[in-house]
Every structure is written in C-alpha cells, then in structure tokens.
C-alpha cells in the first residue's frame, strides 16, 4: 500500500472519529432544502399529526417528494429478492435532530421491509426473513456471501409525537400515533 | 482493479456527530456518517481502489480489510450518485 495514504490529516479527520472495532455501513443522504416551509411552519409535527400520512414507496428522488425517506436495499437471491432498511440511514437522520429518543433501530441493524424467495445469512445464521422484523446484522446471500445492494427505491419513515423515529411506513404494526414526516418538518424540528 | 477519486471542489465540513459535504458537481449537500466522510479523506490524498481504501480504514478501525471490503465496495455507487466520488476510467498502465 502506498505508505501516503497512511498519513492522518491534521484537522479534524473522520478517520480519527472512527470507532475502533466498530465499522458501519457507509451512509449518504442528499438534504433539499426546507426553509421556505419551515419558515411557516410553527408546530410542524402537530400539522403532520393532524393529518397522518403514510406515503407509498418511491422510485424517483427528487426534490417534489418532500418526505423523508431512506433507500431500500435489495439482497438478490434466486428468484425474488428481498429488501432491506439499513440502520445507519436511519440513524443518519435521527442524528440531525439532537435530543430526540433514539430510532428503533441502531447502526449495526437491519430491518426486512418485503421477504424474498430465499434464506439469507445474518452474522453466520442461517434465517428465514420476516418483514417487519429487525435483525442483529447485516444480512448476506447464503451461496456467495453478497450483500443487500440499493435498489433505487426509497421509503418514507414515521416519526411519533416526540419526534422519535418508529419505524417506516409499509412495514411494522404502528402503536399509538405515528406519521410520515416532510423533510422541512424535520430540520426544523426542536424537541421540547 | 476498478479506483475511485474524489470530485473536484468538494467541501466536507462537520456538524455535529456527521459531516455535510457539497458537491458542485451537483449543487447539493449530503449528510454523511463517519465511515463516508473517512472514505473521503482517504482519496483526498490520492485515488485508490476498494483495497487500498480498505487498508487504510483497517488501520484506523482496527478491522481486517476484508471484513471492510464489502462495506466499502458497495458505499461507491452511493457516494458517486451524490457527486461526491467518480470512477476513474481504466488505464492501461496502472497496474490491475
């Protein structure tokens, strides 16, 4: 290896923000900006409560759907694929909003949105996905060990009254008020 | 095997626990965890393969490279639909 690529930088580095023995998944979410319905939004979480949406998935990201939404993963396997939500998405947008309760699920987690046709591998277990159910790991394909791959499709997730983030709409059984929540609700949300 | 670099005039800036980088080749900012932003640096020394990046992280996480190979390999269809990396096209004398 070429021994420049070994040098840290002296500013403050992601590489030295990395925890050791801990390495998530990569993440990057595009922000649009929300400020000119932000600016008229009060109490935008009571708005988006009185009105509960549950938006359907979404192949197409672009700045006109303005709820906040995570990218599905697809792990092929030999007919129908299953896919999966990535913790590190989720947690990726819980951590813009400081103070709220932690998501449902962490970092390391992932959760079956649609079942496929075959088993997967997760952390050396064989499984039978189970939509809705959050698993300890990543999930693998049994035969070659690939990996969930994103599809192009992006679900919308539901927040509580605190701003908790509970889950995503399509999957999962919604225990008291919950919503999807618009993007500008969400920067500029302040818990209480 | 296929190297990536960083896009030209990108700006990465932490806020908080995450990183903000923008991206002129779009005009748009991403919200990045550590493990993009690390990525990042990485090719802000020079392009490399999913490899190299792996090596370097390994010494940084203290995780085996291969345990970080499919982490990585599939972070770059990501981080290029952001704008943020770009795929070098092959050349005949970098060595495969």
Redesign the interface.
Known sequence: ??K??????AH?????????????????????SGSAFAATSLSCVAKEFRNPTYPAVITDLSPSDTYLRV?LYSLAGRSTPSTWING?DI??LA??I?GTDPPYITNFQWQCFSVGLSNVKINTVTVTPIAGIVYAGQPSRISN?A????NGSYVAIRINTNGKIVGVVGVGVPTGNTSAVHQSCWTSFKPA | MQRFARVEGILVEPIGHLWAAFSPATGETALLNDESASILEVLEIEPADTAAVCAVLSSDSGIAPDELFALVDGSWQQLTEVGLVRELPVSRNHPQ
């Open positions: 290896m070429n420049k690529l070994q040098d840290p930088t403050t580095s992601a590489r030295r923000r990395l925890v050791r023995g801990a390495f998530a998944a990569p993440a990057a979410l595009t922000l649009y990218p590190s947690n990726l951590q813009q400081p060990g990996l969930p791959m994103q």
